[in-house]
């Protein structure tokens, strides 16, 4: 499974950028998909994610009200819509998903309920 995440660039503080990620390869299951950041210096962390079969979205507290996740499970292909952009959302936006159906409810803000990474797009916020 490849995922590729794209949509990152420069913009102002206040400004809107479009995150987009497809995942593609041979037959797989999509559970759910997610976007991590990871800034310069600091550790990954959660953003949003989204699990198909409930349709329950998942956000980190710092973006709730700033960014929207969405995504078409039959296209394998999730959005990440950040609005109102601050400097401190300068960071690598990478996606991943999950392929293996897990136990239980997993909850999809925790990086190993993952299987696949993409590489990241970088997004940097000017002040």
């Known amino acids: 499974v490849q995922l590729q995440a794209s949509g990152g660039g420069m913009v102002q503080a206040g400004g809107s950028l479009r995150l987009s990620c497809e995942a593609s390869?041979?037959?797989?299951?999509?559970?759910?998909m997610g976007w991590f950041r990871q800034a310069p210096g600091k550790e990954r962390e959660f953003v949003a994610a989204?699990?198909?079969?409930?349709?329950?979205?998942y956000y980190a507290d710092s973006v709730k009200g700033r960014f929207t996740i969405s995504g078409d499970h039959a296209k394998n292909t999730m959005y990440l819509q950040m609005n109102s952009l601050k400097p401190e959302d300068t960071a690598v936006y990478s996606c991943?998903?999950?392929?293996?159906?897990?136990?239980?409810?997993?909850?999809?803000?925790?990086?190993?309920?993952?299987?696949?990474w993409g590489q990241g797009t970088k997004v940097t916020v000017s002040s």
């Open positions: 991943a998903a999950q392929t293996r159906k897990r136990a239980g409810t997993p909850d999809m803000r925790v990086s190993f309920e993952y299987d696949y």
């Open positions: 390869g041979r037959t797989f299951s999509n559970y759910a």
């Open positions: 989204i699990r198909w079969y409930d349709d329950r979205l």
